[in-house]
């Protein structure tokens, strides 16, 4: 996300789990639990926490990339960048 402050900034990967900020202890009698603490947003208002970071370009490592030990992703960025 604080990469997505700068100007010309392209985000490539897939959806995070949305779990940003900090985390607060509930004990009760029966069990103890953790939450979110606090919220996370972008400049604009829009939340990230349970949603995610934006991504510009989605894109997923594939089986057969792993199996080769490419970085994929990796290298679809160095592509954009020389474009």
Do not use: C, H
């Not at 789990?17 to 985390?23: L, M, R």
């Not at 509930?26 to 953790?34: E, M, R």
């Not at 370009?57 to 679809?76: F, Q, S």
Request: glycine share 14%; hydrophobic share 40%.
């Amino acid at each position: 996300m604080a990469f997505q402050t700068a100007p010309n900034v392209t985000v490539i990967g897939s959806t995070t789990a949305g779990a940003d900020g900090n985390i607060v202890g509930l004990t009760l009698p029966w069990f103890y639990t953790y939450e979110s603490g606090i919220g996370v947003y972008y400049p604009d208002g829009t939340n990230a926490q349970g949603a995610g970071v934006n991504i510009n370009y989605v894109m997923r490592p594939t089986i057969a990339g792993v199996k080769a030990g490419k970085d994929e992703l990796l290298e679809k960025a160095k592509q954009m960048i020389m474009k």
